[in-house]
Protein backbone atom coordinates (compact mmCIF):
# COMPACT_ATOMS: atom_id res chain seq x y z
CA UNK A 1 0.00 0.00 0.00
CA UNK A 2 0.78 3.61 0.57
CA UNK A 3 1.87 3.97 -3.36
CA UNK A 4 2.46 7.47 -5.35
CA UNK A 5 2.66 8.16 -8.74
CA UNK A 6 3.70 10.52 -10.87
CA UNK A 7 3.21 11.46 -14.77
CA UNK A 8 4.74 11.94 -16.51
CA UNK A 9 8.29 10.36 -15.73
CA UNK A 10 10.63 12.65 -17.94
CA UNK A 11 9.28 15.11 -20.30
CA UNK A 12 11.55 17.96 -22.39
CA UNK A 13 9.59 20.71 -23.65
CA UNK A 14 11.05 24.15 -25.09
CA UNK A 15 11.83 27.55 -23.53
CA UNK A 16 8.55 29.45 -22.78
CA UNK A 17 6.21 26.38 -22.79
CA UNK A 18 4.40 25.51 -19.89
CA UNK A 19 4.78 21.58 -18.19
CA UNK A 20 2.14 20.03 -16.24
CA UNK A 21 3.41 17.02 -13.92
CA UNK A 22 1.00 15.07 -11.90
CA UNK A 23 1.32 13.54 -8.40
CA UNK A 24 -1.36 10.65 -7.57
CA UNK A 25 -2.04 8.80 -4.02
CA UNK A 26 -3.07 5.45 -5.60
CA UNK A 27 -4.57 3.22 -2.92
CA UNK A 28 -5.12 5.94 0.30
CA UNK A 29 -6.27 9.67 0.42
CA UNK A 30 -3.59 12.46 1.13
CA UNK A 31 -4.97 15.86 2.26
CA UNK A 32 -1.12 16.60 1.93
CA UNK A 33 1.33 16.65 -1.03
CA UNK A 34 4.59 18.17 -1.47
CA UNK A 35 6.75 19.11 -3.86
CA UNK A 36 10.30 18.89 -4.21
CA UNK A 37 12.98 19.72 -6.27
CA UNK A 38 16.17 18.27 -6.98
CA UNK A 39 19.61 19.41 -9.23
CA UNK A 40 21.98 17.43 -10.20
CA UNK A 41 24.09 16.08 -6.81
CA UNK A 42 22.28 18.06 -4.47
CA UNK A 43 19.60 16.89 -2.01
CA UNK A 44 15.86 17.39 -2.07
CA UNK A 45 14.67 20.75 -1.51
CA UNK A 46 10.96 21.44 -0.68
CA UNK A 47 9.11 23.72 -2.86
CA UNK A 48 5.46 23.93 -1.55
CA UNK A 49 2.73 22.11 0.71
CA UNK A 50 -0.27 21.76 -1.04
CA UNK A 51 -3.49 21.29 0.79
CA UNK A 52 -6.37 19.38 -0.78
CA UNK A 53 -9.41 22.23 -1.21
CA UNK A 54 -6.70 25.38 -0.47
CA UNK A 55 -3.99 27.30 -1.96
CA UNK A 56 -0.56 25.82 -1.21
CA UNK A 57 2.00 27.77 0.56
CA UNK A 58 5.22 28.14 -1.23
CA UNK A 59 8.62 28.36 0.59
CA UNK A 60 10.91 31.59 0.49
CA UNK A 61 12.38 31.77 -3.07
CA UNK A 62 9.55 30.10 -4.67
CA UNK A 63 8.01 31.65 -7.02
CA UNK A 64 4.11 30.96 -6.89
CA UNK A 65 3.28 32.22 -10.26
CA UNK A 66 5.71 30.18 -11.83
CA UNK A 67 4.74 27.13 -10.02
CA UNK A 68 0.89 26.79 -10.03
CA UNK A 69 -0.05 24.04 -7.66
CA UNK A 70 -3.27 22.61 -7.53
CA UNK A 71 -4.51 20.03 -5.13
CA UNK A 72 -8.19 19.62 -6.07
CA UNK A 73 -9.06 16.07 -5.25
CA UNK A 74 -7.38 14.07 -2.05
CA UNK A 75 -5.76 11.61 -4.97
CA UNK A 76 -4.39 14.21 -7.31
CA UNK A 77 -2.16 17.42 -7.33
CA UNK A 78 -0.67 18.78 -10.23
CA UNK A 79 2.25 21.11 -10.37
CA UNK A 80 2.28 23.47 -13.23
CA UNK A 81 5.99 25.05 -14.25
CA UNK A 82 5.01 28.07 -16.94
CA UNK A 83 7.25 29.33 -19.29
CA UNK A 84 9.68 27.21 -18.89
CA UNK A 85 13.18 28.05 -18.80
CA UNK A 86 16.82 26.04 -18.75
CA UNK A 87 17.10 26.98 -15.52
CA UNK A 88 13.88 25.51 -14.52
CA UNK A 89 15.45 22.07 -15.44
CA UNK A 90 15.13 19.95 -12.36
CA UNK A 91 13.69 16.75 -11.01
CA UNK A 92 10.72 16.97 -9.77
CA UNK A 93 9.74 14.76 -6.62
CA UNK A 94 6.26 14.94 -5.10
CA UNK A 95 5.52 12.83 -1.69
CA UNK A 96 1.93 12.31 0.08
CA UNK A 97 1.30 12.17 3.57
CA UNK A 98 -1.55 9.73 4.73
CA UNK A 99 -5.07 10.57 6.07
CA UNK A 100 -5.95 8.44 9.36
CA UNK A 101 -9.05 8.95 11.23
CA UNK A 102 -9.16 12.52 12.28
CA UNK A 103 -5.57 13.46 12.33
CA UNK A 104 -2.70 12.95 9.62
CA UNK A 105 0.44 11.04 10.50
CA UNK A 106 3.66 12.50 9.71
CA UNK A 107 4.70 9.94 7.27
CA UNK A 108 5.01 10.69 3.77
CA UNK A 109 5.14 8.14 0.73
CA UNK A 110 7.67 9.86 -2.17
CA UNK A 111 6.55 9.43 -5.98
CA UNK A 112 9.19 8.31 -8.26
CA UNK A 113 9.85 11.91 -9.88
CA UNK A 114 9.83 13.52 -13.16
CA UNK A 115 12.60 14.67 -14.60
CA UNK A 116 12.36 17.93 -16.54
CA UNK A 117 14.66 18.78 -19.55
CA UNK A 118 14.06 22.85 -20.88
CA UNK A 119 16.07 23.15 -24.41
CA UNK B 1 17.58 28.73 9.02
CA UNK B 2 17.76 25.67 10.34
CA UNK B 3 19.44 22.79 8.79
CA UNK B 4 20.63 18.85 8.48
CA UNK B 5 24.09 18.17 7.21
CA UNK B 6 26.31 15.42 6.48
CA UNK B 7 29.47 14.77 7.20
CA UNK B 8 30.94 12.29 4.41
CA UNK B 9 29.76 12.80 1.01
CA UNK B 10 30.89 9.79 -0.43
CA UNK B 11 31.48 6.50 1.11
CA UNK B 12 32.89 3.10 -0.12
CA UNK B 13 32.46 -0.19 1.30
CA UNK B 14 33.31 -3.74 0.31
CA UNK B 15 30.90 -6.21 0.10
CA UNK B 16 30.04 -7.83 3.36
CA UNK B 17 31.33 -5.06 5.40
CA UNK B 18 29.22 -2.63 7.76
CA UNK B 19 28.41 1.17 6.78
CA UNK B 20 27.99 4.39 8.82
CA UNK B 21 26.16 7.26 7.74
CA UNK B 22 26.59 10.06 9.59
CA UNK B 23 24.18 13.17 9.54
CA UNK B 24 23.87 16.62 11.75
CA UNK B 25 21.06 18.58 12.59
CA UNK B 26 21.12 21.62 14.08
CA UNK B 27 17.31 21.84 15.61
CA UNK B 28 17.29 20.73 18.55
CA UNK B 29 13.33 21.02 19.03
CA UNK B 30 12.95 18.36 16.20
CA UNK B 31 11.34 14.70 17.34
CA UNK B 32 11.48 12.62 14.50
CA UNK B 33 14.20 11.98 11.76
CA UNK B 34 13.92 9.44 8.72
CA UNK B 35 16.78 8.05 6.50
CA UNK B 36 15.94 7.51 3.15
CA UNK B 37 17.40 5.69 0.16
CA UNK B 38 17.65 7.40 -3.41
CA UNK B 39 18.42 5.45 -6.31
CA UNK B 40 19.38 7.38 -9.36
CA UNK B 41 16.30 8.81 -11.47
CA UNK B 42 13.92 6.96 -8.34
CA UNK B 43 12.43 8.62 -5.53
CA UNK B 44 13.22 8.22 -1.73
CA UNK B 45 12.38 5.37 -0.51
CA UNK B 46 11.79 5.40 3.62
CA UNK B 47 14.19 3.30 5.40
CA UNK B 48 13.88 3.68 9.26
CA UNK B 49 12.66 6.81 11.22
CA UNK B 50 13.42 7.27 14.88
CA UNK B 51 11.62 9.23 17.58
CA UNK B 52 13.37 11.84 19.83
CA UNK B 53 12.32 9.48 23.17
CA UNK B 54 14.48 6.94 21.71
CA UNK B 55 18.18 6.62 21.44
CA UNK B 56 18.20 3.43 18.69
CA UNK B 57 16.19 1.17 16.45
CA UNK B 58 16.83 -1.63 14.32
CA UNK B 59 15.09 -2.76 11.62
CA UNK B 60 16.06 -5.97 8.62
CA UNK B 61 20.35 -5.00 8.70
CA UNK B 62 20.03 -0.99 9.32
CA UNK B 63 19.91 0.23 12.46
CA UNK B 64 19.44 4.07 13.32
CA UNK B 65 20.88 5.94 16.26
CA UNK B 66 20.25 9.14 17.75
CA UNK B 67 22.18 11.25 20.23
CA UNK B 68 20.28 14.19 21.35
CA UNK B 69 23.10 15.00 22.77
CA UNK B 70 25.38 16.62 20.36
CA UNK B 71 22.47 16.58 17.55
CA UNK B 72 24.11 13.38 15.85
CA UNK B 73 22.06 10.53 13.45
CA UNK B 74 23.56 7.78 12.02
CA UNK B 75 22.18 5.04 10.41
CA UNK B 76 23.99 1.54 10.57
CA UNK B 77 23.79 -1.47 7.89
CA UNK B 78 24.85 -4.56 8.05
CA UNK B 79 26.69 -7.00 5.46
CA UNK B 80 26.82 -4.09 3.02
CA UNK B 81 25.21 -5.60 -0.60
CA UNK B 82 25.70 -4.14 -3.76
CA UNK B 83 22.03 -3.48 -3.72
CA UNK B 84 22.60 -0.85 -0.99
CA UNK B 85 24.71 0.99 -3.98
CA UNK B 86 22.43 4.58 -3.79
CA UNK B 87 22.32 7.73 -2.25
CA UNK B 88 21.15 8.10 1.64
CA UNK B 89 19.48 11.15 2.93
CA UNK B 90 18.55 11.68 6.59
CA UNK B 91 15.85 14.06 7.28
CA UNK B 92 14.49 16.12 10.06
CA UNK B 93 10.84 16.61 10.42
CA UNK B 94 10.47 20.89 11.12
CA UNK B 95 7.63 22.41 12.82
CA UNK B 96 5.54 18.85 12.70
CA UNK B 97 5.38 19.56 9.26
CA UNK B 98 7.74 19.65 6.79
CA UNK B 99 10.88 17.40 6.34
CA UNK B 100 14.27 18.96 6.03
CA UNK B 101 16.63 16.84 3.81
CA UNK B 102 20.95 16.37 4.65
CA UNK B 103 22.82 16.82 1.76
CA UNK B 104 22.79 13.27 1.72
CA UNK B 105 26.15 10.46 1.07
CA UNK B 106 26.54 8.53 -1.94
CA UNK B 107 27.61 4.59 -0.91
CA UNK B 108 29.38 2.54 -2.87
CA UNK B 109 29.62 -0.80 -2.46
CA UNK B 110 32.54 -2.64 -4.47
CA UNK B 111 32.97 -6.56 -4.64
Known amino acids: GAVVSQHPSWVICKSGTSVKIECRSL??????MFWYRQFPKQSLMLMATSNEGSKATYEQGVEKDKFLINHASLTLSTLTVTSAHPEDSSFYIC???????????????FGPGTRLTVL | GESVGLHLPTLSVQEGDNSIINCAYS??????FIWYKQESGKGPQFIIDIRSNMDKRQGQRVTVLLNKTVKHLSLQIAATQPGDSAVYFC??????????FGTGTRLQVFP
Open chain 1, 27 to 32: DFQATT
Open chain 2, 27 to 32: NSASDY
Open chain 1, 95 to 109: SARVVQGASSSNEQF
Open chain 2, 91 to 100: AELYNTDKLI
